[in-house]
C-alpha cells in the first residue's frame, strides 16, 4: 500500500492516468455495449419500431439496475468497511444478507414484472404501435431479471473482494456473447426482437453463473447458512450505504419515463408521430453514453491521483492532473460533437434504415439535443474531481443537476411551448446550465488551490500526569457543538493522569491514508445529507469512509495498550464491545451554547446559532451513517450530563467519580 501511495505523488500524472484510467473505460463501454448491442441488430433485422419497443422496456430494466446496485455496491462497501474494522464476521453477515435479498428481489420483480407488464410500458411512454414488439421482449427480458440482478449484486462484490480482473472477465464474457448471439438469432433463426432478448437473457445466465462460482472462492470471507439469513439492522446498513447508487439509476428512469411520454405526447402532434421520437431519442442517449462511459473512465480512474495529491497538499499535481483529464476530456466530446453535428445520418444508419422523417427527426435529434455535447468534458469530470478531493455537496450538486434541477423541468416547460422540437432543446439547455455551474466550481476550487499552502499543525501531546487509576478505563465523550465537551475531556485526563486523544488521531491518520491534516480535520465526523450522493458516477470507499477505517482501528489499538479519554470519533459505538469503558455524551442550553462559540470560536452571535445547529447537524449524520443509532439517544452512553448545569470543572469532577467507582467493581 505504501508503495502505492509513493506512486501517487512521485509518478508522472500522464502515466497515472493512463495506469488507472483505463480498466475503468473498458469495464464502463462494456455495459454501454451491453446495451446498445440489441438496438443495432433489431434496427437491422426488425426496424425502428422494434428499436422503439426496446426503449420503452429499458427503463425497467433501470429500476432493476437500481435496486441490484444498491445491495451491491452497499455489500461491497460494507464488506470494506468491516475488514477495514477486522469484523471479518460481521463482513460476511453483510455479504450472506446482500446476496439473499438480492434473491428475494429478484424473484419479485420476475413475477410482477410478467404479471403487470403491459401497465408498466405505458408508464414509460409505449404506443399501440410499439405494444406487440414490446410485450414479446419484455416478457423474455422479464425471466431473466434474477439473472442480472442476482449477477450485478455480485460483480459489485466480488470487485470488493479484490478480484475486479474475474468481475470485469465476466461482463466482457457475457457482451461478447450477446454480440454473438444476437445476429445468429435475429437473421438466421429470424426470430426478431424476441431473438434479442434471448440473447440477453442466455448471456446474463453466463455471466450469473460464473459469479455464482466465485461464491465459494471469498478471499477475505467465508460464507455459511448463518450468514445467508437475514438480520434487519445488518441488512439496513448494507442498503443505506447503496443508496446513492439507487438514486443516480433512478434518477435516469425518471428522465427516461418524462421523456418518453413527452415524445409520445408532442410528436403525435407533429409530422414524426409517436414512434419516431421516441425511438431516435433513445438510440441518441444510448450513443452519448458511449461517449460518457469513456469521460466517466478517466476521471473516475483519476480519483485516486486527485484525492492522494490533495490531501499530502500536492497542489501543483492537483492542477497538473486535473487540467490533463479536463483537456483529454474535452478532446474526446468535441470529436463526438463533430461527428454528430456532421454525419448524424451514417450514426443512426448503424440501427437500421427508416423513412424520410425518421432520417429528418434524426439528424434534428443528434444536431438540436446533443448541440453543446462539448461541455460533457468539463461537467462530468468536475463532479467526479471534487467527489474526490472531499467536496461531497459540489460533487452531488453537478451529479444530479443536468438531469433532475434542469434538463426535466426544461423538457416540460419547452415542450409546452415549442412542442416536439422544444423537448430536444431541452438537451443543450441543460447542458449550458450544468457547464456554467461546473466552471463556476471549477473557479472558485482554483483560487483555493493557489492559496492552499496552508500552515502545517503541529500536534504536541499535553504532559501526563502520573496515573491515578488502578484499572485500565476508557472514557469516550461524544458533545454537542459549543458544550465544553473537549474541554472536559482535557480536564479528566489531567485529573486522572491518563492521555487525551483527539487532535492526535489527525496526526496518525494523516500518515496512513496521505491525506493532509487540514483535510482531515475538515472532513472527519462530518457527513451532510448530500454525501449520500456523493457516487453518483463512480462507486467504492470514499475519502470519508477511508478516515473512518483508520479512525476505528486507531482506537482499538489505543483502547488496547492504556487508559485514555478518547474524543468524538463514535468511540463510543467502535468500542462497545469492549470491558471497562465509560461513555459520556455532553450537551448544554442554547444560551451558554452561543457564549462559548462566541468567545472561543470568535462568532457572532447569529453565527454562532447557525454554526451549532449545522455542526450538531452533520455529527448526527456521520454518526447515524456508521452506526445505524441516533447520535443523542440516551441509551448509547452511561451517563449524559448537561455541562451548563454543573460547569465543566464539576462535569469533569463527577465523570471522574464515576471512572473511580467503576474501578471497585
Same mark, same amino acid.
Given at each position: 500500500?505504501?508503495? @502505492?501511495?509513493?506512486?501517487?505523488?512521485?509518478?508522472? !500524472?500522464?502515466?497515472?492516468?493512463?495506469?488507472?484510467?483505463?480498466?475503468?473505460?473498458?469495464?464502463?463501454?462494456?455495459?454501454?455495449?451491453?446495451?446498445?448491442?440489441?438496438?443495432?441488430?433489431?434496427?437491422?433485422?426488425?426496424?425502428?419500431?422494434?428499436?422503439?419497443?426496446?426503449?420503452?422496456?429499458?427503463?425497467?430494466?433501470?429500476?432493476?439496475?437500481?435496486?441490484?446496485?444498491?445491495?451491491?455496491?452497499?455489500?461491497?462497501?460494507?464488506?470494506?468497511?468491516?475488514?477495514?474494522?477486522?469484523?471479518?464476521?460481521?463482513?460476511? *453477515?453483510?455479504?450472506?444478507?446482500?446476496?439473499?435479498?438480492?434473491?428475494?428481489?429478484?424473484?419479485?420483480?420476475?413475477?410482477?414484472? +410478467?404479471?403487470?407488464?403491459?401497465?408498466?410500458?405505458?408508464?414509460?411512454?409505449?404506443?399501440?404501435?410499439?405494444?406487440?414488439?414490446?410485450?414479446?421482449?419484455?416478457?423474455?427480458?422479464?425471466? &431473466?431479471?434474477?439473472?442480472?440482478?442476482?449477477?450485478?449484486? +455480485?460483480?459489485?462484490?466480488?470487485?470488493?473482494?479484490?478480484?475486479?480482473?474475474?468481475?470485469?472477465?465476466?461482463?466482457?464474457?457475457?457482451?461478447?456473447?450477446?454480440?454473438?448471439?444476437?445476429?445468429?438469432?435475429?437473421?438466421?433463426?429470424?426470430?426478431?426482437?424476441?431473438?434479442?432478448?434471448?440473447?440477453?437473457?442466455?448471456?446474463?445466465?453466463?455471466?450469473?453463473?460464473?459469479?455464482?462460482?466465485?461464491?465459494?472462492?471469498? *478471499?477475505?470471507? $467465508?460464507?455459511?447458512?448463518?450468514?445467508?439469513?437475514?438480520?434487519?439492522?445488518?441488512?439496513?446498513?448494507?442498503?443505506?450505504?447503496?443508496?446513492?447508487?439507487?438514486?443516480?439509476?433512478?434518477?435516469?428512469?425518471?428522465?427516461?419515463?418524462?421523456?418518453? /411520454?413527452?415524445?409520445?405526447?408532442?410528436?403525435?402532434?407533429?409530422?414524426?408521430?409517436?414512434?419516431?421520437?421516441?425511438?431516435?431519442?433513445? !438510440?441518441?442517449?444510448?450513443?452519448?453514453?458511449?461517449?460518457?462511459?469513456?469521460?466517466?473512465?478517466?476521471?473516475?480512474?483519476?480519483?485516486?491521483?486527485?484525492?492522494? /495529491?490533495?490531501?499530502?497538499?500536492?497542489?501543483?499535481?492537483?492542477?497538473?492532473?486535473? $487540467? !490533463?483529464?479536463?483537456?483529454? #476530456?474535452?478532446?474526446?466530446?468535441?470529436?463526438?460533437?463533430?461527428?454528430?453535428?456532421?454525419?448524424?445520418?451514417?450514426?443512426?444508419? !448503424?440501427?437500421?434504415?427508416?423513412?424520410?422523417?425518421?432520417?429528418?427527426?434524426?439528424?434534428?435529434?443528434?444536431?438540436?439535443?446533443?448541440? +453543446?455535447?462539448?461541455?460533457?468534458?468539463?461537467?462530468?469530470?468536475?463532479?467526479?474531481?471534487?467527489?474526490?478531493?472531499?467536496?461531497?455537496?459540489?460533487?452531488?450538486?453537478?451529479?444530479? #443537476?443536468?438531469?433532475?434541477?434542469?434538463?426535466?423541468?426544461?423538457?416540460?416547460?419547452?415542450?409546452?411551448?415549442?412542442?416536439?422540437?422544444?423537448?430536444?432543446?431541452?438537451?443543450?439547455?441543460?447542458?449550458?446550465?450544468?457547464?456554467?455551474?461546473?466552471?463556476?466550481?471549477?473557479?472558485?476550487?482554483?483560487? /483555493?488551490?493557489?492559496?492552499? @499552502?496552508? *500552515?502545517?499543525?503541529?500536534?504536541?501531546?499535553?504532559?501526563?500526569?502520573?496515573?491515578?487509576?488502578?484499572?485500565?478505563?476508557?472514557?469516550?465523550?461524544?458533545?454537542?457543538?459549543?458544550? &465544553?465537551?473537549?474541554?472536559?475531556?482535557?480536564?479528566?485526563?489531567?485529573?486522572?493522569?491518563? $492521555?487525551?486523544?483527539?487532535?492526535?488521531?489527525?496526526?496518525?491518520?494523516?500518515?496512513?491514508?496521505?491525506? #493532509?491534516?487540514?483535510?482531515?480535520?475538515?472532513?472527519?465526523?462530518?457527513?451532510?445529507?448530500?454525501?449520500?450522493?456523493?457516487?453518483?458516477?463512480?462507486? &467504492?470507499?470514499?475519502?470519508?469512509?477511508?478516515?473512518?477505517?483508520?479512525?476505528?482501528?486507531?482506537? %482499538? @489499538?489505543?483502547?488496547?495498550?492504556?487508559?485514555?479519554?478518547?474524543? &468524538?470519533?463514535?468511540?463510543?459505538?467502535?468500542?462497545?464491545? %469492549?470491558?471497562?469503558?465509560?461513555?459520556?455524551?455532553?450537551?448544554?442550553?442554547?444560551?451558554?451554547?452561543?457564549?462559548?462559540?462566541?468567545?472561543?470560536?470568535?462568532?457572532?452571535?447569529?453565527?454562532?446559532?447557525?454554526?451549532?445547529?449545522?455542526?450538531? *447537524?452533520?455529527?448526527?449524520?456521520?454518526?447515524?451513517?456508521?452506526?445505524?443509532?441516533?447520535?443523542?439517544?440516551?441509551?448509547?452512553?452511561?451517563?449524559?450530563?448537561?455541562?451548563?448545569?454543573?460547569?465543566?470543572?464539576?462535569?469533569?469532577?463527577?465523570?471522574?467519580?464515576?471512572?473511580?467507582?467503576?474501578?471497585?467493581?
Amino acid at each position: 500500500m505504501e508503495k @502505492e501511495e509513493n506512486i501517487l505523488g512521485t509518478e508522472k !500524472i500522464g502515466k497515472l492516468i493512463r495506469k488507472f484510467s483505463i480498466p475503468c473505460i473498458i469495464s464502463l463501454l462494456v455495459n454501454s455495449l451491453y446495451n446498445i448491442v440489441d438496438q443495432i441488430f433489431i434496427g437491422q433485422g426488425v426496424g425502428y419500431l422494434g428499436n422503439g419497443a426496446t426503449n420503452v422496456v429499458f427503463p425497467l430494466t433501470m429500476i432493476c439496475l437500481a435496486f441490484s446496485l444498491m445491495i451491491g455496491d452497499g455489500a461491497s462497501s460494507y464488506l470494506s468497511l468491516k475488514l477495514g474494522e477486522k469484523k471479518k464476521s460481521e463482513a460476511a *453477515k453483510g455479504v450472506g444478507n446482500a446476496i439473499t435479498i438480492s434473491i428475494i428481489i429478484a424473484i419479485i420483480f420476475c413475477a410482477v414484472t +410478467l404479471v403487470f407488464l403491459p401497465q408498466l410500458l405505458n408508464l414509460f411512454g409505449c404506443t399501440d404501435a410499439l405494444r406487440n414488439y414490446a410485450l414479446n421482449y419484455g416478457r423474455i427480458i422479464a425471466l &431473466g431479471l434474477p439473472f442480472m440482478m442476482i449477477g450485478t449484486t +455480485l460483480n459489485s462484490i466480488i470487485r470488493a473482494d479484490g478480484s475486479p480482473k474475474y468481475s470485469m472477465t465476466t461482463m466482457v464474457l457475457g457482451a461478447i456473447l450477446n454480440t454473438i448471439l444476437d445476429p445468429i438469432l435475429i437473421f438466421k433463426f429470424n426470430m426478431g426482437v424476441e431473438g434479442a432478448a434471448i440473447a440477453t437473457v442466455f448471456s446474463q445466465f453466463i455471466t450469473f453463473i460464473f459469479n455464482i462460482v466465485y461464491i465459494k472462492y471469498f *478471499k477475505s470471507i $467465508k460464507l455459511d447458512k448463518q450468514t445467508l439469513k437475514i438480520k434487519f439492522s445488518t441488512l439496513k446498513k448494507v442498503l443505506m450505504l447503496g443508496i446513492s447508487s439507487f438514486i443516480t439509476q433512478m434518477s435516469f428512469v425518471f428522465v427516461m419515463a418524462t421523456e418518453n /411520454n413527452l415524445l409520445g405526447k408532442y410528436g403525435m402532434e407533429s409530422k414524426f408521430g409517436s414512434e419516431i421520437p421516441i425511438t431516435v431519442l433513445g !438510440i441518441v442517449m444510448k450513443i452519448s453514453q458511449i461517449l460518457n462511459s469513456i469521460i466517466i473512465g478517466i476521471a473516475a480512474g483519476s480519483q485516486p491521483i486527485f484525492g492522494y /495529491n490533495y490531501g499530502a497538499k500536492k497542489f501543483d499535481r492537483v492542477k497538473q492532473a486535473i $487540467k !490533463i483529464v479536463l483537456g483529454i #476530456s474535452v478532446g474526446i466530446s468535441t470529436f463526438a460533437f463533430i461527428l454528430f453535428q456532421t454525419i448524424p445520418d451514417k450514426l443512426i444508419s !448503424i440501427f437500421g434504415q427508416g423513412d424520410q422523417n425518421y432520417m429528418e427527426f434524426a439528424c434534428l435529434a443528434f444536431r438540436i439535443y446533443l448541440l +453543446l455535447t462539448i461541455f460533457n468534458g468539463i461537467q462530468i469530470p468536475s463532479g467526479i474531481f471534487f467527489q474526490a478531493i472531499g467536496k461531497s455537496s459540489r460533487s452531488a450538486i453537478l451529479s444530479i #443537476s443536468r438531469q433532475i434541477a434542469f434538463l426535466i423541468p426544461a423538457m416540460i416547460i419547452f415542450g409546452n411551448i415549442w412542442g416536439i422540437m422544444g423537448v430536444l432543446y431541452a438537451g443543450p439547455f441543460a447542458d449550458c446550465l450544468a457547464f456554467i455551474l461546473a466552471i463556476i466550481f471549477l473557479i472558485v476550487e482554483k483560487r /483555493n488551490l493557489k492559496q492552499g @499552502e496552508s *500552515k502545517s499543525q503541529t500536534i504536541q501531546e499535553d504532559a501526563i500526569k502520573p496515573n491515578n487509576l488502578d484499572k485500565q478505563v476508557i472514557i469516550t465523550i461524544s458533545r454537542q457543538y459549543g458544550s &465544553g465537551g473537549r474541554y472536559v475531556g482535557k480536564l479528566i485526563a489531567d485529573k486522572l493522569g491518563i $492521555k487525551l486523544y483527539d487532535k492526535q488521531f489527525i496526526e496518525k491518520v494523516a500518515k496512513k491514508t496521505g491525506l #493532509s491534516e487540514e483535510y482531515i480535520e475538515n472532513n472527519e465526523q462530518k457527513r451532510s445529507v448530500l454525501e449520500s450522493l456523493n457516487n453518483g458516477y463512480y462507486s &467504492g470507499l470514499n475519502n470519508s469512509d477511508e478516515l473512518f477505517i483508520r479512525e476505528s482501528e486507531l482506537i %482499538k @489499538e489505543v483502547a488496547q495498550k492504556e487508559s485514555c479519554v478518547i474524543i &468524538g470519533r463514535c468511540a463510543n459505538f467502535i468500542l462497545k464491545d %469492549k470491558e471497562n469503558v465509560i461513555k459520556v455524551f455532553i450537551y448544554g442550553n442554547l444560551e451558554d451554547k452561543v457564549k462559548r462559540a462566541t468567545k472561543f470560536y470568535d462568532l457572532d452571535e447569529q453565527k454562532a446559532k447557525k454554526e451549532i445547529k449545522r455542526i450538531d *447537524k452533520l455529527r448526527a449524520n456521520h454518526y447515524k451513517y456508521y452506526t445505524q443509532e441516533k447520535w443523542d439517544d440516551s441509551s448509547n452512553y452511561d451517563i449524559c450530563i448537561n455541562s451548563d448545569a454543573f460547569g465543566v470543572e464539576k462535569t469533569a469532577d463527577l465523570i471522574c467519580e464515576m471512572v473511580k467507582e467503576k474501578e471497585l467493581v
